[in-house]
């Protein structure tokens, strides 16, 4: 049984150890690549497989997230030294739209495990989110990352109502509502004017609280915690600014 044990785990690292050192090995020769169309073509096409993988087996989702994460650091070194040029926004778009959309798809079709494939749908879009709009050199105005971030909060808001629709007080709808709140909150942090925030952030909590109410969700009513915060943050910080 011992032995049985063993072999099982060894035939585990090598299901997960080929594709894993693969990816890794790309994500560090990309910026030695400059990341090139054929460099991200190959990631790409690395990334196809393990969302393919992931269907296939369960226990695959592991690797598809890790891919996930490893696009990352080539993300934000070529939007760092390339900047917004064809090559590197196909490569965010492309990124995007593989996990997102495997995840959604999944998520749509009831694919167990839920949570691995809620975390590609939701997590890919914010993640190329932050790591493209840090390594920004300044190229693309502010308000293109802030009409990103709303684009990214309505298909998560979308996503929160769909499976509220399917199952009350689900792991999925609340992970979903929680990314709708975050992305509102950076969006408004780039679109709306200072003396504007207070009441944006008020209405982002109040929209929130609402939606608690109707999904009946004990857990996402805490997501109202945040917005609240930051509209009294801000509001207090605009009453010394009047009183000074």
């Known amino acids: 049984d011992r032995f049985g044990k063993t072999d099982s785990r060894w035939k585990e690292v090598a299901t ?34 393990a969302i393919a993988l992931a269907w296939r087996e369960t226990k695959m989702t592991l690797v598809m997230l890790a891919a996930l994460l490893l696009a990352i650091l080539p993300l934000s070194g070529a939007w760092a030294e390339r900047g917004a040029d064809v090559t590197t926004l196909t490569a965010t778009l492309g990124i995007v739209a593989l996990f997102a959309g495997a995840g959604h798809w ?18 890919a879009p914010i993640i190329v989110w932050f790591a493209a709009s840090f ?5 693309l105005d502010v308000a293109v990352w802030g009409v990103a971030a709303l684009l990214i909060a309505a298909v998560s808001g979308w996503l929160a109502w769909e499976q509220n629709c399917k199952s009350q007080q689900n792991i999925v709808m609340r992970l979903a509502t929680g990314a709708t709140v975050l992305m509102l909150l950076l969006a408004g942090q780039a679109l709306i004017d200072e003396q504007w925030a207070a ?3 008020a209405i982002v909590a109040l929209a929130t609280a609402a939606w608690a109410k109707y999904s009946g969700d004990r857990v996402v009513s805490g997501t109202t915690i945040a917005p609240l915060g930051i509209a009294i943050l801000w509001a207090t910080g605009a009453s010394y600014r009047v009183l000074d």
């Open 135 to 139: 390594a920004n050199r300044g190229e």
């Open 106 to 123: 999944a998520l749509w079709r009831d694919r167990q495990p839920l949570l691995p494939w809620a975390i590609a749908a939701l997590g």
């Open 199 to 201: 009441s944006y952030c």
């Open 16 to 49: 997960y150890a080929p594709m894993a050192l693969a990816l890794v090995q790309l994500a560090i020769l990309l910026p030695q690549m400059t990341f090139s169309i054929t460099a991200w073509a190959f990631f790409g096409a690395l990334s196809v497989l």
